[in-house]
């Protein structure tokens, strides 16, 4: 007798975890319906991206933008026709963006973050800023703006802890935080 009560009961949950599982399948996100393709991912087909329109406003005349989230990197303001790709030697950011020439032209600065640390100078002698090979590759962080519709809608609500945040990073003030 207890054997056929267990039977009954796993019988029971059996199925009801094969409908709760066959309901899920039935709200799962199709294939055709992932990213932009709008079709099967098993199809070899080339599919081109939906046409956008990039920002171009020229450098130094775009409005910035608040950050996404406490500090996000901030997004280029301005067209990057010309600009990139970014090669060894060839980084045209760097023309305006390198902190002691920013403030002159009107641009955001380099942080502190993204400059290479010379922990080899003797005597004092300060040698010229030099931004970090891990961080020369600007786009890598940094996106160019387009003019495109969202493919999901954005539901995220960042929370800054400072306001300025928003606007600015405090990034290397808050680097070394939670550490003993």
């Known amino acids: 007798m207890k054997l056929s009560k267990g039977l009954v009961l796993a019988s029971v949950g059996a199925s009801v975890l094969f409908l709760g599982v066959a309901q899920a399948v039935k709200e799962a996100i199709s294939e055709e319906e992932l990213g932009y393709r709008n079709q099967t991912l098993y199809d070899e087909k080339p599919v081109a991206p939906p046409k956008v329109e990039f920002i171009k406003t020229p450098p130094g005349s775009g409005k910035k933008f608040a950050r996404a989230y406490e500090n996000a990197p901030p997004q280029i303001p301005h067209s990057v026709e010309g600009l990139i790709p970014i090669k060894p030697g060839q980084n045209a950011c760097l023309g305006c963006h390198m902190p002691d020439v920013a403030k002159s ?3 955001t600065p380099i942080p502190k973050t993204h400059i290479a640390l010379d ?6 002698k300060k040698k010229e800023l ?3 090979p ?3 590759q600007c786009v890598m962080c ?3 703006q387009a003019d495109a519709p ?3 809608k954005n539901v995220f609500k960042p929370e800054f802890r400072d306001p300025q945040a928003k ?3 405090t990034l290397f003030e808050r680097w070394k935080e939670g550490l003993p």
């Open 105 to 107: 032209v009107g641009a």
């Open 119 to 124: 922990l080899f100078t003797k005597g004092g």
């Open 130 to 132: 030099k931004i970090d």
């Open 134 to 136: 891990a961080r020369y």
């Open 142 to 144: 940094h996106a160019a």
């Open 150 to 152: 969202p493919l999901v």
């Open 167 to 169: 606007q600015k990073s």
